[in-house]
């Protein structure tokens, strides 16, 4: 059985950080892409970024690009999301997905996802 659990998000003023983490078992993780999703109350699920299995190729969202990095470590099946200098606007329920092609930006390039947790900027 498939399971991706994410933890690491919280409360944090502007400006902050914060380290997003997503654990995976029940699959080879070193052949999927990983993929951070966000999902703000009454929006679509949007992308945020995207790593290849290998860790040597990523993609990010424009609205991120220069604030959030994506790494992965196979040797732990765990994938991360550093966010920094965090906005209000990424409030939202951050999700991992795990898809075989790289990269996806669309919730439907990725077979498995996480349960997801919560992020929240207060200004």
């Known amino acids: 059985q498939v399971q991706l659990v994410e933890y690491g998000g919280g409360l944090v003023q502007a400006g902050g950080s914060l380290r997003l983490s997503c654990a995976a078992s029940?699959?080879?993780?070193?052949?999927?892409?990983m993929g951070w999703f966000r999902q703000a109350p009454g929006k679509e699920r949007e992308f945020v970024a995207a790593?290849?299995?290998?860790?040597?190729?990523?993609a990010y969202a424009d609205s991120v690009k220069g604030r959030f990095t994506i790494s992965r470590d196979n040797a732990l099946n765990t994938v991360y999301l550093q966010m920094n200098s965090l906005k209000p606007e990424d409030t939202a329920v951050h999700y991992c997905?795990?898809?075989?092609?790289?990269?996806?930006?669309?919730?439907?390039?990725?077979?498995?996802w996480g349960q997801g947790t919560q992020v929240t900027v207060s200004s």
């Open positions: 997905g795990a898809g075989l092609q790289f990269p996806r930006r669309t919730p439907d390039g990725y077979d498995y």
């Open positions: 029940g699959l080879t993780f070193r052949r999927y892409a």
């Open positions: 790593i290849r299995w290998s860790g040597g190729s990523t």
